[in-house]
């Protein structure tokens, strides 16, 4: 029984069929490959920021700037006579639309950021559509304001492991928050201030938008943090130290 032999069998296959499986592997490596390049796995953890130094009373106060300019002259006021800078991420299309504005700002002293050309979703981007959406906004600053920024604050603070590696590989740290006024809602003023000090740590970030209830609530805001001991400072101060 162990004298049996096995037989194969062979299936002739013609030359068009081989040539069309040949090419169809071909296909498929070169589509796999295409993908894994866009995709670009994340192997060193890199992750967004959502406060500084938890050992040091300090908080920073960002002001997100997509749409609207009418308060940001009331806010700006305040925060002169407060004597605090703080730190605004701007959106492409609204520093074309109000580059004397912008250029204000920054010549006030205070830190500009980058906020993406346009509010468009992150995590949806393809890695070419995320890189010109912050590439693009990085050159109109500089040519606007002078000034190279290096923080990256994600529209509509959508990121995942990808949107935070391809900021990095750019230069940018990813920035978001730890106290959300959440004014685009319009809240009295009094619901931002409690938000907002609730909420008040060391190494605090505070999240806000121009809006009418942000800047009435201002100076009461500032007033109470410091009175609770923080010192504001700008987010690179906050984050002095760490990831430099």
């Known amino acids: 029984m162990f004298n049996k032999k096995i037989k194969f069998y062979f299936i002739p296959l013609h030359r068009g069929v ?3 499986i040949l090419f169809l592997l071909i296909a498929i490596s070169f589509l796999a490959n295409s993908f894994m390049n866009e995709v670009e796995p994340v192997f060193n953890e890199v992750k ?33 006579e407060k004597e605090v800078k703080a730190t605004f991420f701007f959106i492409g299309r609204w520093v074309e639309k109000f580059p004397e504005l912008t250029k204000q ?3 006030g002293g205070h830190e500009i950021g980058n906020h993406g050309y346009r509010h468009s979703h992150p995590n ?11 590439k693009k906004n990085e050159e109109l600053l500089i040519e606007v304001t002078g000034h190279q920024t290096k923080l990256f604050a994600p529209p509509y603070g959508e990121y995942n492991d990808r949107v935070v590696k391809i900021a990095d590989d750019l230069g940018y740290r990813t ?7 959440i004014d685009w809602q319009r809240p009295a003023p009094e619901v931002i201030i409690s938000r907002i000090t609730k909420k008040a740590s060391n190494g605090g970030i505070v999240l806000m938008h ?13 007033d109470k943090l410091r009175k609770e001991g923080y010192e504001l400072v700008t987010v690179t101060q906050l984050l002095m130290g760490q990831g430099d």
């Open 210 to 222: 121009p809006t009418a209830p942000t800047a009435k609530s201002l100076p009461t805001m500032i």
């Open 124 to 134: 949806q981007l393809s890695k070419q559509a995320l890189t010109n959406l912050i």
């Open 48 to 80: 967004p920021y959502y406060h500084g130094s938890e050992d040091k009373a300090e908080m920073a106060l960002t002001i997100n700037v997509a749409w609207g300019q009418e308060h940001i002259p009331q806010m700006l006021k305040v925060l002169k």
């Open 175 to 181: 920035i978001l928050w730890t106290a959300d006024t």
């Open 18 to 20: 081989l040539l069309g």
């Open 105 to 107: 700002i920054a010549e």
